[in-house]
Nanobody, 119 residues
Framework: VQLVESGGGSVQPGGSLRLSCVASGSALSIYAMGWYRQVPGKERELVAAISDGGRKDYADSVKGRFTISTENAKDTVYLQMNNLKPEDTGVYYC??????????????WGQGIRVSVSS
């Protein structure tokens, strides 16, 4: 399975971006998916996830501002980011960590895409 992110870039505080992650090699709908963020000197952190039954979870720092969603027909998972703050700056990674059909753990990552929020 290959995951490819797009949609990153530079925005001013208060702006919005939508990240996309397209899966190839397998249907994205069979996986639990997540978006992670990493900044230099810090561990990669989970920002948003969608799992069994469409359950969505968010880091406290992004609740009310970020929304994760999927479009199964396009094998794509999105991260809509609104009211961006400078602390949202980082490299964002798309991840698949569980095969929802077999229940087996998987560990697929995209190449990462940079988001920069500054005035």
């Amino acid at each position: 399975v290959q995951l490819v992110e797009s949609g990153g870039g530079s925005v001013q505080p208060g702006g919005s971006l939508r990240l996309s992650c397209v899966a190839s090699g397998s249907a994205l709908s069979i996986y639990a998916m997540g978006w992670y963020r990493q900044v230099p000197g810090k561990e990669r952190e989970l920002v948003a996830a969608i799992s069994d039954g469409g359950r969505k979870d968010y880091a406290d720092s992004v609740k009310g501002r970020f929304t994760i969603s999927t479009e199964n027909a396009k094998d794509t998972v999105y991260l809509q980011m609104n009211n961006l703050k400078p602390e949202d700056t980082g490299v964002y990674y798309c991840n698949a960590d569980k095969d929802l059909i077999s229940g087996q753990a998987v560990d697929y990552w995209g190449q990462g895409i940079r988001v920069s929020v500054s005035s």
